[in-house]
């Protein structure tokens, strides 16, 4: 039914109120409302009323509700569980951006609930998993992806939006009922994923201070010595030359230095330019050109309009992990780690050696406030040596100053670099080739295959335990078809799409996103409890960023004591902290 009148709203949201549950879902102008994206048309639904559709900002001859009519939507979200497909993280942060207070949401989010039941599911779009999970051919009407919401007739916009709810709806009837036979830890694992569907939502909503005069320098810095490097470039070769084409760069090598390159990976480039001083030179000008221009169009420009349009502050989009997969058309990844994307806020240049290329230093504090650091240190390797119960390198990390890499260089007599590969690569089960080649093109030397064999020989003499796990990891996600993680969640297997040998390496990430997940938690109780204004900003791989006013910096030990409590483990975690104004105290030189 589409909702024409305020009057005609406030008698629907008077129904649908009483209802401990309402199906919502709606059509908006882009992705992210921090970058002014708005909502064009809101859905509800709940099977014993009906399905409504609610215009705001439509076009053609629908008659749009006015738009102080959006806050007439916020009983709902203050009493009722919201039902819908990724509806935490994105549609409720349109409706903060209309003015709404969403503090007392609670949600019943699709998109995670199905996640949680099989994270290796195929796709994850809702009308994907109504088809192959539900088999409800139906959810393929609609199925198109709107690049344009002003580009689809109207009738089909509010039949879609309508449809949405309905499938939704249905979705949590099904998903529902499967987590929670499972019995415990399921009905606090359901209710811990619909808090972190909110979370991500309070996270791209926050957003994170910015210094937009120091960017702007960088930026104008970059584009200048981008310029510099191309007509240096030239004037040795042709002028025209495109740093960034590949096959143009082929050609420049090949007919300059006599260099026949496979490829333009910088690590191919670097080491055919080995011993050929002016083709060095020349790959390094190449080298540079590359990195200023990836930072003026993937990070600064992005930072730039985000914080232009965030009021200071840059705001990402946050979800779960992309697909390690080729294959893989979910959109999220085995490890469940977290992902920041449109602006990327996680993958952030640094580089101690060349301060011009550290760019965390554009993000800061506002006001007297200091960004506070939580770290979890080796929290990969810990898990690791606790699930395979190996003592020798249990003993390392039980000392906050032990290496547990320089114990595995020192055991197999290599560098300590080498070491950390292996051990990191272990997980996974790596082997001897895919070894090399990720050393020699770390190392810009060669690495022989016969090493790579020697050392992982040694490795697995010397750890024994480590390939035991890894094998038995191996066998029963096979037989089983899951693994079980620290906290009772199961880690699932397709056996269309994953590779069983990296079953370990999944028992891993995955406890680690979940032991993030955990201690994000436990530092909002703590904030919560006390009535802290301390909040999270950013969280970047194993660390936790917050903002802290002055007067709370006193209560960082009592924090880390907290994340450090989470779960039982052979070796204990270790959480390092840093505070200070800015992400990075690097500042770039001359800028």
């Not at 639904?45 to 007439?72: C, D, Q, W």
């Not at 009722?80 to 003015?99: S, T």
């Not at 959810?139 to 198109?144: L, M, P, Q, S, T």
């Not at 909503?205 to 310029?227: K, N, V």
Request: aromatic letters at 10%.
């Amino acid at each position: 039914m589409l909702v024409t009148s305020e009057e005609q709203l406030q008698g629907v949201v008077a129904e649908l109120v009483r209802c401990p549950a309402v199906g919502l879902d709606l059509e908006t102008t882009g992705l992210q409302p921090a970058d002014g994206d708005r909502l064009v048309l809101v859905g509800l639904y709940h099977p014993n009323i009906g399905t409504f559709s609610v215009p705001f900002r439509m076009g053609g001859f629908v008659t749009n509700l006015s738009e102080k009519a959006i806050k007439l939507f916020q009983p709902l979200i203050d009493n009722c569980e919201i039902v819908g497909h990724n509806v935490g993280p994105f549609d409720l942060n349109f409706f903060r951006a209309e003015g709404m207070d969403i503090k007392y949401a609670s949600v019943w989010d699709t998109l995670f609930g199905a996640i949680l039941w099989n994270d290796s599911l195929p796709r994850f779009g809702l009308r994907r998993l109504m088809i192959d999970e539900v088999g409800d051919k139906s959810a393929e009407d609609y199925a198109f992806v709107i690049k344009n919401v002003y580009d689809i007739p109207s009738d089909v916009l509010i039949a879609r939006v309508e449809s949405d709810t309905d499938l939704a709806w249905r979705l949590r009837d099904f998903l529902e009922p499967k987590i929670l036979e499972r019995g415990d830890p399921y009905p606090e694992l359901l209710r811990n994923d619909m808090r972190w569907a909110l979370f991500l939502g309070d996270l791209g909503w926050e957003g994170i201070g910015f210094d937009s005069d120091l960017a702007e320098r960088i930026l104008q810095h970059a584009r200048r010595r981008t310029y510099e490097i191309e007509q240096e470039m030239w004037a040795r070769w042709r002028p025209g030359l495109k740093l960034n084409s590949p096959k143009q760069l082929l050609k420049f090598f090949q007919g300059r230095h006599n260099i026949t390159l496979p490829n333009t990976e910088d690590w191919v480039m670097r080491m055919a330019a080995k011993g050929k001083p002016e083709a060095e030179e020349d790959v390094e000008r190449v080298l540079e050109y590359r990195k200023w221009d990836k930072e003026i169009h993937t990070w600064l420009e992005l930072w730039l309009r985000s914080a232009k349009r965030g009021g200071g502050r840059v705001h990402g989009g946050w979800g779960l992990d992309a697909s390690a997969h080729a294959g893989r058309e979910s959109g999220l990844t085995r490890t469940l780690r977290l992902r920041c994307s449109k602006p990327n806020l996680q993958a952030v240049p640094k580089d101690d050696f060349t301060p011009y290329h550290h760019l965390k230093c554009v993000f800061q504090a506002e006001e007297d406030n200091e960004l506070v650091g939580y770290d979890d240190s080796q929290a990969e390797v810990r898990f690791a040596a606790h699930y395979a119960r190996e003592e020798r390198m249990l003993e390392v990390l039980r000392d906050p100053d032990g290496d547990i890499h320089q114990l595995v260089a020192n055991d197999l007599k290599i560098k300590r670099y080498p070491a950390k590969r292996i051990n990191l690569g272990s997980q996974y089960g790596i082997g001897r080739a895919a070894l090399a080649e990720e050393l020699t093109k770390e190392l810009l030397e060669p690495v022989r295959e016969e090493d790579t064999e020697r050392w992982l020989r040694r490795y697995h003499g010397q750890y024994p335990r480590l390939r035991a796990v890894n094998r038995r990891a191996e066998r029963v996600i096979q037989e089983r078809g899951y693994l079980y993680l620290w906290n009772g969640r199961r880690a699932h297997f397709n056996p269309a799409l994953d590779q069983p040998h990296k079953a370990f390496n999944l028992l891993v990430q995955m406890g680690v996103a979940e032991l993030l997940k955990a201690q994000i938690f436990a530092l909002q109780d703590f904030c919560a409890e006390r009535g802290l204004k301390t909040k999270i900003v950013l969280c970047v791989y194993d660390e936790i960023i917050t903002e802290v006013p002055p007067e709370e910096m006193q209560f960082i030990p009592d924090i880390k004591r907290i994340l450090e409590g989470i779960g039982e483990w052979r070796c204990p975690l270790i959480v390092d902290t840093w505070h200070r104004k800015r992400w990075s105290d690097i500042l770039p030189e001359g800028i």
